[in-house]
Every structure is written in structure tokens, then in C-alpha cells.
């Protein structure tokens, strides 16, 4: 069972201290500078991403209720942790939690920067979200789920 936890000062090292795999470094903030980003923005949900009381990822959401616009911001799961569901697992909880804080969400967006190999489409895809078509500063996609 995965759940949310909120960063605190005992778990930050923890959850600073997650990476993803070298390919995959240019697909994702450095969780210390998410976290950074995250006491400073007001729309910023940032939690760390447990398996029993092990951190195994980070999820930062951008919950802007004014505009009616719901992102996941920053998303991974540990080099160490991948390729055991737990990223499954995690945006299933993403959704849900994002369905009780907001219970008149139509949708969620999210954008990446696609690579040829190893990149994050399939994943989004397996898990729900769709290509729009659109991309976000000229070169990261942006995906779509819709409840």
C-alpha cells in the first residue's frame, strides 16, 4: 500500500536523499529544489511518497482552485523503487486525493519533456493521461487525465 506523507524535518534528508536512475535526471527537479519551489508557491501540495514507513518517491501537485487548473508538477519514484508498482500505485493516489480536495475537478494536466527512449509517455499513457497535442515552454508535452 503506498500513501502520502508530509515532508517534515525528520523525513527531509530522506526524501532529498531519493533519485531517479542517470538517463532519466533530465526528466525531473532534484527533490531538494522541489522542495524549495514548493514552501514557495502557494498552489504547491508536495508530499513524500511511502511504502510502509520507507520513502520510495515525491509527488509536488499545483492546486489552483481560482483557475480551476490541477498539475502534477513533479513526479518520481527511486532509482531503487521503480519497476514495482509503486508509480502506478502513487498517481492512482494523486487522483483520488485530488478528487476529494476538489470534488468538481474535471481533469488533471501534466508535462514532460519527451524523449525518444526510456521516456515518461508510455508510463502517463499506462496510467490514464492522454497527449493533447500541446506543448508547455516549446519543449515539454502535456498530458491530460480526465475523471
Not at 511504502?51 to 509536488?60: C, L
Not at 476538489?102 to 493521461?129: M, N, W
Not at 493533447?132 to 502535456?142: A, N, Y
Amino acid at each position: 500500500m503506498i500513501e502520502f506523507k508530509e515532508v517534515t524535518k525528520e523525513n527531509v534528508s530522506k526524501i532529498m536523499k531519493l533519485e531517479v536512475y542517470g538517463h532519466q535526471k533530465d526528466q525531473v527537479a532534484i527533490n531538494a529544489v522541489s522542495i524549495a519551489q514548493g514552501n514557495y508557491y502557494e498552489e504547491a501540495w508536495f508530499r513524500g511518497i511511502y511504502k510502509e514507513d520507507e520513502p520510495v518517491g515525491f509527488v509536488m501537485l499545483s492546486i489552483d482552485c481560482k483557475e480551476k487548473e490541477y498539475w502534477v508538477w513533479r513526479f518520481m519514484i527511486d532509482k531503487n523503487h521503480q519497476g514495482k508498482g509503486y508509480g502506478k500505485a502513487a498517481i492512482a493516489l494523486v487522483k483520488k486525493v485530488l478528487k476529494e480536495e476538489v470534488p468538481d475537478i474535471a481533469e488533471i494536466s501534466l508535462s514532460y519533456v519527451p524523449k525518444e527512449k526510456d521516456g515518461a509517455d508510455e508510463f502517463y499513457t499506462k496510467v490514464g493521461f492522454e497527449d493533447t497535442g500541446k506543448m508547455s515552454s516549446g519543449k515539454e508535452k502535456i498530458m491530460q487525465f480526465k475523471y
